[in-house]
Every structure is written in C-alpha cells, then in structure tokens.
C-alpha cells in the first residue's frame, strides 16, 4: 500500500482519538477531585480546602504558589487532601502540616490560624514564606475552612 493511501486512515484515527479525548475532558469529575460544586463536597470547607471555591465563587489571593496562580486549586494542592503537608513547593520550602491539631501544637488558635491564612502571618507574627498564599476571603468561608481542618487527623 502506497504512502497516500495511509493518510485517509491516519487522518480517521486522529479523529477518534481526539473526539475520545473531548468525551473524556467532558466527564463529571469524580468525588474528592478539585472542583467547586458543592454537592461534591460534605461540607464548604472541604471545597475551599481542595478548590479554593468559597460561596461566591474563586478566593482571590495575592502571592502563593505559581502553579496555584496558573491552575487554582485550594490548600490540598500544596499541603495534601490530608493536611499533613511535607510536599516540596518551589526550591527549598516544605508545605507544613496544617491539621488542626498540629497547628495547636505550634500554639496557634483559630484566631491565629485565620491570620496565617488571609494575612500570611505564623504564630509569632513573623511573614510565611510567600510561598503561602494571602487568600481574601469573607468571614464565613475562613471559619468553614478552619472548621474542615478540625476534622483532618
């Protein structure tokens, strides 16, 4: 068979495998996976940890991560859907643990906790690294996020 007698064949596959792959990108996305809609979530801190989707939408944030910047996500994408942290971000900086419980251990309270969150702040007022994004978010949405990390073990 002749080189341009393949090129039918070739162009037909090209086009099964591309209509396979919209079919795919098309999918609900399984449970636990970053995405905002809620009824995925058990709660709407659990969704802003994995998306960073709080009741209005996307959280904006200054500094963090250039990947979070580029892709979104929520604390997940940088500390784990567990919380624990110890995934390496940028060259040298170690995402900490930010369960509830490892955060009371460093002395931090939900006030405190907040602070690091929206004002990129630790425990002694010393900045984070700017690693940790500063996000803005309402009232409720910080307190259902640090609600969610209560239930992180």
């Excluded at 624990?84 to 251990?105: C, H, K, Q, W």
Aim: glycine share 14%; proline share 6%; hydrophobic share 40%.
């Amino acid at each position: 068979m002749s080189r341009s007698r393949w090129y039918p064949l070739i162009g037909l596959a090209l086009i099964i495998v591309g209509v396979a792959g919209l079919m795919l990108l098309g999918r609900p996305a399984p449970s636990g996976t970053f995405r905002g809609d809620l009824e995925v979530y058990s709660s709407s801190g659990q969704r802003v940890f994995f998306t960073g989707v709080g009741s209005e939408g996307p959280i904006p944030f200054d500094d963090g991560a250039f990947w979070l910047r580029m892709h979104g996500g929520g604390c997940a994408t940088c500390h784990g859907a567990d919380g624990r942290g110890g995934r390496p971000m940028m060259l040298n900086v170690l995402a900490p643990d930010i369960r509830y419980s490892a955060l009371t251990e460093m002395g931090m309270d939900d006030g405190l906790i907040a602070r690091a969150i929206t004002s990129g702040l630790d425990e002694q007022g010393k900045p984070l690294d700017t690693a940790m994004p500063r996000w803005h978010m309402s009232a409720d949405d910080l307190a259902e996020v640090i609600a969610y990390l209560k239930t992180l073990r």
